[in-house]
């Protein structure tokens, strides 16, 4: 029964709730509504919104579900529902250990074996937006800055930004180096914050990168490494993305390099990591702070008790990835599933006369439309992406939402679909660049 | 394979939140959980260990859900052939699964006894009461204003309620002469001992049934607190997160009810945080949810969930769970008789060894009386009696004074996390206890 309070202004809220740091006024949720209004659907509605600004994996489910199937234990807390109780009591902030366990071990399969995890080390969060959150309140104070490069995912001006009271300076990468961090683009980010008068507290980077789909290369990683260590300021690695990489020799995590170099300096260092992108599972609402320096550990350990992932949920996945069988079986498959996905959008793109950066893993390719703007401003950006919204019916992520500092790029996802949808959106896209070269779309003179 | 990182010292800084120590660990709080942690009591294998009594868990009808499980598997693995997995894993949307928040609203009234109604579509779901607590201050003050809190009160709340927030707790100091009873005087004397600090008031938060008294706050104190809060321009929060563990469901008021009575009038202000940890035994699940009467919280509150969002695993099994009123219904009615017959239990031994608690009826835990039994009504006093209580007669009760409770020598002990017969160890252990230290007296 719906209960409708008459509401007048009276008593007041505080400055977080009444600002707009949440974020949802931006285009980026805009084209949400427009596929939330008039979603595709293969057979009930063929001409409806496809939904490309959606980062989720999809692809990879099957093998999920034969899990399932297969370990039935796993959600029924064993025979009789025999570990209900034990379970549904533990509220422990450290974590289940045997998922804990499993986590670390399974960030090493990620990796390739590359890096060792310490099972120690892992707190649990519900969620990589959790994490993000809580790293932040832990290492800045209000006020102070965050480096992070551009263009970045659209949501961390909310989590890092909202309730932290922490600012984000932007680090200005461009596509004259497909958008790599330079060691020139730090300093000048750090500069412009002192010259805010605001106090720097560490670089957030994200590896492999969402928007661009690309992994970060060695080199830029020790160059990064350098720069923060020089600075005494912190590094987090939100590493996300690093199961989705297509080949998995061209992933370096951070964890890598500070093994090379025997931890030396490492204690300013920490990675974010989540199985919503990897596994799929976003509504389960994993995620972890994996971090080098003890202090930090007990701190988020601590806080972590208003995110805490539902021990419901430990227990089915402490299982699921403990079977190295089945997580090797995954990693391979899902990197091959996604390499091939990535493959044909790309060729798609190519064909209807669109680039696109050279990507190398994640769930979305960053495409090129700047020859396409009438000028080379946001506002020419915001156009041809409303467009491509109402007549193309494609819900695709424009980079001035990502805070790219060169209009036109734009974050289209090619993992939340099924393979014919994607043929269909790729259709679409050819013939609106054909309409377009023959003069026929009026809206972009 | 432990990665030891030599930590130089100390190079790079944290946070002035990081550092601080308003994550309440260094309390006696947490002191007794270590000693427990370090001699735990077994029925067999170390029947001479500490007790555990300072954990406010509800052990008491696990009986009926592993037998709701078992007759409902489905529930945990997505119907046949774990069909509705991949929506289900997908689904993180902040609104919450409709289903289950459907089953929490209905839930909600079946454990007011349907003497209110809840609308789901201002149900807003968190990971845990701990998150909507913190939640809803981040929402309604800014750092350095306060919120009103009588005491004693929950330990938790000085970190949950100030920690990462930077607002402040002031106590409504509730006194034994009148059964700890929130009085007016109580309330204008909190509201005016703050705006004399310069701080501004933004709210009350109340819980009721109450935690650590083990008491509903009684309809009259219940409308005299929303006048005050209503006549000041604040807000109130009311944890009603023991509502199910009432142990007769008539002596349960909610504020709900109260809002209902006056028609919504000024409900705007008004909002009620629920969990299922207490009532149905599942901390483990972090289930928790935020019920606000006002628009703009609740979309507030929707957003910033994304912080704190419960596992749709958990949101699916609990949506099939609760929304089976032949269940429901069942499992509210036994709980309630069984945590009755353990509070009565308690309350009778503690009696027989020469010990009175504050007349209770709801809750997980009875608030035991020790003045009589201090060296001096001191703080330092009520401590020495604990240790002695904790190392000698090997029991983990929680001080009043970690309650911030104004009058020394009363003591919270929980009885609901245990079987019934270390219940009765526990009772014979205080009786030869008290015995000897008559003696001595």
């Given at each position: 029964m719906a209960i409708d309070i008459v509401q007048k202004p009276s008593v007041g809220l505080s400055k977080i709730a009444l600002s707009q740091t949440h974020g949802e006024n931006s285009p980026y949720f805009a084209g949400w509504k427009a596929y939330d209004e008039n979603p595709y659907h293969e057979?009930?509605?063929?001409s409806g919104v496809i939904q490309m600004g959606l980062a989720e994996n999809q692809v990879s489910f099957d093998l999920l579900e034969e899990f399932l199937e297969n370990n039935q234990e796993a959600t029924s807390w064993g025979k009789n529902v025999s570990g209900f109780k034990e379970n549904a009591l533990f509220q422990d902030y450290h974590g289940l250990l045997a998922f804990r366990k499993a986590m670390a071990s399974f960030m090493e399969q990620v990796r390739g074996g590359k890096a060792k995890f310490n099972p120690e080390r892992v707190v649990l969060t519900a969620g990589a937006t959790a994490a993000n959150e809580l790293l932040t309140f832990i290492l800045a104070n209000p006020g102070d800055a965050l480096l992070v490069p551009t263009p970045y995912y659209p949501g961390f001006d909310r989590d890092l930004r909202w309730r932290t009271g922490v600012e984000i300076v932007p680090i200005h990468c461009e596509s004259s180096n497909n958008f790599q961090i330079t060691l020139e683009a730090l300093e000048s980010a750090y500069d412009h914050a002192r010259s805010k008068n605001m106090k720097v507290r560490g670089v957030l980077i994200t590896n492999p990168s969402n928007p661009l789909g690309a992994t970060i290369q060695r080199k830029v990683l020790e160059q990064i490494l350098d720069f923060v260590t020089r600075k005494n300021i912190h590094l987090i690695s939100d590493e996300i993305y690093s199961g989705s990489v297509f080949h998995s020799d061209e992933f370096v995590s951070i964890a890598e390099i500070l093994e090379s170099r025997n931890y030396k300096d490492s204690e300013r260092c920490h990675i974010v990591y989540s199985l919503s992108k990897d596994l799929g599972l976003p509504g389960f609402r994993v995620g972890t702070v994996y971090s080098y320096n003890d202090q930090v550990v007990t701190t988020a350990r601590r806080m972590s008790s208003f995110t805490l992932i539902s021990s419901q949920t430990q227990f089915l996945l402490a299982s699921m990835l403990s079977n190295k069988e089945f997580t090797e079986k995954y990693i391979k498959i899902n990197r091959e599933r996604l390499r091939k996905r990535y493959e044909t959008i790309v060729d798609g793109l190519k064909k209807a006369g669109i680039e696109c950066l050279k990507g190398n893993a994640g769930l979305f390719c960053w495409m090129n439309l700047s020859p396409y703007l009438k000028e080379a401003t946001r506002e020419s950006e915001l156009e041809i992406w409303k467009t491509i919204m109402e007549e193309v019916k494609l819900n695709i992520s424009p980079g001035s939402s990502c805070r790219c500092s060169e209009a036109g790029w734009f974050r289209v996802c090619f993992a939340n679909m099924s393979e014919e949808t994607l043929e269909v959106a790729l259709r679409r896209l050819h013939e609106f660049m054909d309409r377009r070269r023959n003069g026929q779309v009026l809206s972009m003179e």
């Open positions: 057979k009930h509605n063929p």
